[in-house]
C-alpha cells in the first residue's frame, strides 16, 4: 500500500511536471505568436502608409514630430517637404546619426524640412544668421558642435546665388537641426513632395 502510494505520489510529481512544462511552451508559442501578429501588422501599416504617402515625423526641428501626408510636388518657399539627401551627405548623416536608415539612395531616410531658398534667390549665410533676399531668418544661428559635442561642418559664409535645379532646406526649430547650413543645398529632383500634418504632438 505504502509503495502504491509512493508510487503514485511520484507520478503525479510528474505529470504536474510534465503539464507546467507544456502550459511554458503553449506560453512561449503564445508570446511569439504575437510578436509575429505586431510584426506583421507594422509591416501592413508600412506598406500602407507608403503607398498612401504617409510619413510619420519623429523629430521637431522644422514642424511638430506627428504624422503627415504627402500631397504633391509644388516648390515654393516656406513649404514643409520630404526629400532625399544627396548620396555622400546621406552617408556622413547615417554614420553620425542624424539619420535612420530608409528608402532614399544610401539606404536612409527622407529628412523633413522647410523650403528656404529657391532657385535665383540670393542666400547670405553667416555664422549668427541666414537670410535669403535681404531677410534674415529668426533663429537661424549655426551651431559649431552637434549635441554629442563633435563639431560640425558648415557650408562657406557669404552670399551666394541658388543655382537653377536646387534648393535650400532648413530647420530653425532647433538650432542643431542638421540642415542646409552645415551640408547646402539639394537637388529639386530630390524632393518627395510637399507635407501637410494629420496629426502633431
Known sequence: MLSRLYSTSENAAGSLSERVHFQQLEGARGALAAMAAIAFGAAVL??????????????????????????????????????C????????????GYLQAGDCPGDAEPVDKIIGALPG?????????????????PDSAMASR???????????????????????????NDRRSWDSRYFGPVPLANLRGELKPIVTW
Open 146 to 172: 552637434d549635441s554629442a559635442g563633435r563639431p560640425l561642418a558648415h557650408v562657406a559664409w557669404g552670399k551666394r546665388r541658388v543655382a537653377a535645379g536646387e534648393v535650400w532646406l532648413f530647420g530653425f
Open 121 to 137: 534667390d540670393i542666400l547670405d549665410v553667416e555664422p549668427g544668421w541666414v537670410s535669403v533676399n535681404g531677410v534674415r531668418f
Open 85 to 96: 539627401l544627396p548620396l555622400g551627405v546621406a552617408k556622413l548623416g547615417l554614420a553620425r
Open 46 to 83: 508600412i506598406a500602407v502608409g507608403k503607398a498612401s504617402g504617409i510619413r510619420i515625423s519623429t523629430t521637431d526641428s522644422a514642424a511638430p514630430a506627428g504624422v503627415y501626408r504627402i500631397i504633391g510636388r509644388e516648390v515654393r518657399r516656406g513649404a514643409l517637404v520630404a526629400a
